[in-house]
């Protein structure tokens, strides 16, 4: 049977966006709106099956609606720009799905829902209209069921005329008197003051429709007599623009927009391109692009076992590229496959990682570890962790084509051999997954096609490298890469195989005083509320403090009663429950996440963590860290903090050094900006957010209270990422007009920012990119796009991206020079960690003095700017101590 599913485009996107958290991907594109609008479509196209489907969205802000009444919808807040820039990728979403969307000047997508309904209806064809506007329900019939999204669009509920009837006693048509009674806030439509649902209702069911109710105003009493006869004209008007239009000039082809399904490999591509894993996962879709199939080399591949070792030998001298394979996302725990060599000359060999790890390759092992001998190879990192493990030292790297890659094009989601190949044109080289499988399907194919498989990749790693070496030169990168993402590659892969060591019984004790203050918690709030409950319910929450402890209600949802951090912290005045249920729910996560979470990261036999860092996923520069995040750890708290207690030395009687830049990228602003007042503020060693406060608020330093401090606080940082009126809003708790008036005011104080930021864009727009100060690149074609919010979004990431490139730049510098004078000076201070704008350190006890000077000494001049780079140097037992 034929069903049509119908979307209210905006109200899903909206909903979606206000009901998950941020998200963005690694290009810094939002995405929580597009996340949330992709699995509704995939719920209901695997409930619903529909043999057709529509989007329809609003095509602008002016419509018929508003010559009659021009406050239509005027008490809408301005769209958050992290949502306006997602409606053109919900398209294009959309069209990944195969699935027709629709919009048209001066209409609303109801008036177009409407319309289809109205030919569904005539046509006998049953539809499903999906929308978290009850507006929608007058067009409830027998072919006709509104599904009303509920819990942001997780659930929905399902509303026919007869549930229509059960649950409000009206027929669909009189949904429309309902909202001409009482109105409705969120489009700006007034109804009749005073008069909410509870009262409309009544009077419906007594009189039937708003013109009877008019009519009969004379029998009634009191002041609800008087209210409507006052607004007796309101709430016709009210009626007719709540009334959706059902004669919308469309054309409306059935068969236009009937949906076929999607094509796996067209939904794909759109998922790489947002990153959503785990949706390319749960749909079975391949995880990296098909490839090209350029015609293959001709290349004879040889499998050498142990006793063909001697005969390899001689091959060695003439080595152009290595190719390690492993199995598993983390070098620390991936099993060794083997390595594949390309001689040149269309020859290239396998070995087994049983037979390099034999007694007979002792020579391949050495050359391996020879500074000597120039290796090429793909990601050199991720190989040298797979083979340290093995007691294999790989050394003289001396290019890595993913690197490279990845400078050449910072926004790339997939930099695997056979994509590379791909984007170049070079013979095929099939990807991993279709070699292997994925997840419980991977296995290793017969061993033709496993050598088959490496041995392509290592030579399509020396060829890689022959473009690559005249890209990079042409786009003066050699600097960036030789001198700082190279050796720092290795850098990261000793720092990881050092790692750092965690008291595992203080771990596991910090976690038992959690538990113990979890529990002292959970009975102090069941004190206060009268009675247990489960807390990690928002529904009963939401009944003990609104109903039972009659605390004012700040956000209701379509289920009930809004109970998240934001409700949670604007209520915590009120009542001490609030306080103590916010303090319960921030130990009850560093419970799961990091006590639990930590301690099945420590690796049994060293006692440490070893954390892996990725260089090739941000496109600012900075680093990532995996298998665990150490970057996470919260310290804004002081449980928090104490996690960090349990990172102490790996040897009796050293010390923790901690060492952070302080206030980097303001201090990088202020060099690209060359505004005075930064650069004053810096230059004079002045307190940056008092310094912005005394500016934007016209005040001396002495009136500068902590209110005043901690908005141009806000504010600055949020000028660094590129915040909004809305995120600028959400951060300080005020209104979007006074967070933009507060954002205009820090320009007109700061002009030299201002004119870097519209400088920067218009060199986007003619260059096509921005650079770091090290000539880190990164490409935006959006910039030059026709849509606005496209176009918004690739200028904010212009304005900020020099800046928090140039910092992830410096503190990489910082480590690079920091180790070369460890290694000068012959010292056993080791550095292990990078988190965020910090270096962490062990270090023996007689090292201390000179660590204190020599770190925050490289750190300070690892890039000269014209304000004065700091950093600060604190040190303890442990990672807690040290800062």
């Known amino acids: 049977m034929e069903k049509l599913v119908l979307i209210d485009g905006n109200s899903i996107a909206y909903r979606a966006f206000f009901a998950l958290p941020p998200l963005s991907n690694s290009s810094g594109l939002h995405t929580n709106a597009v996340y949330g609008f992709t699995t509704m479509l995939l719920r209901l196209i695997d409930e619903q099956k529909p043999t057709h489907f529509l989007v329809a969205f609003d095509a602008g802000k002016v419509t018929f609606r508003h010559e009659g009444y021009q406050e239509y919808k005027g008490g809408r807040e301005k769209t958050p720009s992290e949502l306006s820039e997602q409606f053109p990728v919900i398209k294009d979403l959309l069209r990944a799905f195969g699935i027709s969307q629709y919009q048209l000047e001066g209409y609303e997508a109801d008036d177009i829902i409407g319309t289809m ?62 909202k001409g009674l009482m109105g409705d806030t969120s489009d700006n439509i007034p109804g009749i003051p005073g008069v909410g649902e509870k009262t409309a209702l009544k009077l419906l069911h007594e009189y039937g429709s708003v013109e009877q109710v008019l009519e009969h105003v004379e029998d009634m009493k009191g002041k609800m007599k008087d209210k409507i006869r006052d607004h007796a004209e309101d709430a016709r008007m009210s009626k007719r623009l709540a009334t959706i239009h059902r004669e919308v000039p469309m ?13 796996p490999e067209t939904l794909s591509e759109m998922f790489r391109k947002l990153e959503f894993k785990s949706l390319l996962e749960r749909l079975d879709l391949p995880q990296s692009a098909p490839v090209n199939e350029v015609e293959k080399e001709e290349l004879q591949i040889h499998v050498v076992g142990e006793e063909g070792l001697e005969e390899f030998r001689p091959q060695l001298e003439r080595v152009t590229s290595v190719h390690v394979e492993a199995y598993g996302e983390n070098p620390h725990t991936a099993s060794l496959i083997g390595a594949g060599f390309h001689t040149g000359d269309g020859q290239a060999y396998y070995i087994s990682a049983e037979t390099l790890l034999s007694g007979k390759a002792r020579f391949l092992q050495e050359w391996f570890a020879d500074e000597t001998r120039a290796k090429t190879i793909f990601d050199a990192h991720y190989a040298e962790v797979v083979l340290a493990w093995k007691g294999i030292t790989l050394a003289g790297v001396g290019f890595d084509t993913q690197l490279a890659a990845y400078l050449l094009d910072p926004t790339e989601t997939n930099y695997e051999m056979s994509e590379q190949a791909r984007k170049y044109g070079l013979p095929a080289v099939g990807s991993d997954e279709s070699v292997y499988g994925k997840g419980a399907k991977y296995r290793l194919p017969e061993l033709g096609l496993l050598a088959e498989h490496i041995g392509r990749k290592a030579a399509t790693a020396h060829k890689l490298a022959e473009i690559q070496r005249r890209e990079l030169e042409k786009n003066e990168m050699n600097r960036l890469f030789y001198d700082l993402e190279l050796p720092l590659s290795k850098l990261l892969a000793d720092m990881e195989l050092k790692g750092i060591r965690v008291d595992v019984e203080g771990l596991k004790k910090y976690g038992e005083e959690l538990s113990a203050n979890i529990e ?24 003990i403090l609104f109903e039972k402890l009659d605390l004012p209600v700040i956000k209701k949802t379509k289920t009930g009663y809004s109970t998240d951090a934001e409700v949670l912290e604007k209520l915590e005045p009120y009542h001490e429950i609030v306080r103590q249920i916010l303090l319960y729910r921030t130990l009850a996560k560093l419970q799961s996440t990091y006590v639990e979470g930590l301690l099945k990261e420590v690796r049994p036999e060293t006692g440490k963590i070893h954390t892996y860092y990725r260089q090739t996923i941000a496109a600012t520069g900075r680093l990532s860290s995996q298998f665990p995040n150490l970057q996470n750890i919260p310290i804004r708290l002081e449980e928090g903090r104490k996690i960090r207690k349990v990172f102490t030395p790996s040897e009796e009687g050293w010390l923790i050094l901690a060492a952070d830049y302080s206030q980097i990228e303001l201090r990088v602003l202020a060099h690209i900006s060359q505004d005075k007042n930064l650069m004053e503020a810096f230059t ?40 909004s009126e809305y995120g600028l809003s959400q951060n300080l708790n005020i209104t979007r007009k006074d967070a933009g008036k507060f954002i205009e005011q820090y320009f007109e104080v700061f002009q030299g920012v201002r004119r870097y930021m519209d400088e920067i864009v218009k060199q986007a727009r003619n260059d096509g990119y921005v650079k770091t100060l090290l000539e880190r690149r990164r490409y935006l074609p959006e910039i030059k796009a026709s849509n606005f919010n496209i176009r918004s979004f690739a200028e904010r990431t212009a ?85």
Do not use: C
């Open 117 to 178: 309904t109205r030919i569904a209806d005539e046509q006998k064809k049953q539809v499903v209209v999906v929308t978290g506007d009850k507006d929608m329900l007058q067009l409830a019939s027998e072919q006709v069921t509104i599904a009303l999204t509920r819990k942001g669009i997780s659930e929905v509920e399902l509303y026919d005329p007869a549930f229509i009837q059960e649950k409000y006693g009206l027929t669909p048509d009189q949904i429309i008197d309902l």
């Open 520 to 543: 002292s918690l959970q009975n102090r709030i069941y004190e206060l509320a009268g009675g247990p409950f489960n807390i990690n319910s928002p529904r009963q929450m939401g009944e």
């Open 799 to 883: 304005m900020n991206t020099p800046i928090q490139g140039t910092a992830a730049d410096i503190i990489k510098l910082a480590m690079v020079r920091v180790a070369e004078r460890l290694r000068q000076e012959k010292l056993r201070s080791r550095m292990l960690l990078q988190v965020h704008d910090e270096l962490v350190f062990e270090v023996p006890e007689e090292e201390l003095e000179l660590m204190k000077k020599l770190v925050p000494e490289e750190m300070e001049k690892a890039l000269e700017l014209n304000v004065p780079l700091k950093a600060d140097v604190s040190y303890g037992q442990n990672w807690q101590e040290a800062k």
């Open 684 to 723: 004079e060693n002045m307190d940056i957010h008092t310094k912005t406060a005394m500016d934007v608020f016209g005040v001396s330093e002495s009136e500068v209270d902590a209110n005043m401090r901690r908005s141009a606080k806000a504010v600055n940082f949020g000028i660094v990422y590129g915040i």
């Open 251 to 263: 054309e409306a082809d059935w068969n236009a927009i009937r949906y076929e399904g999607y094509q």
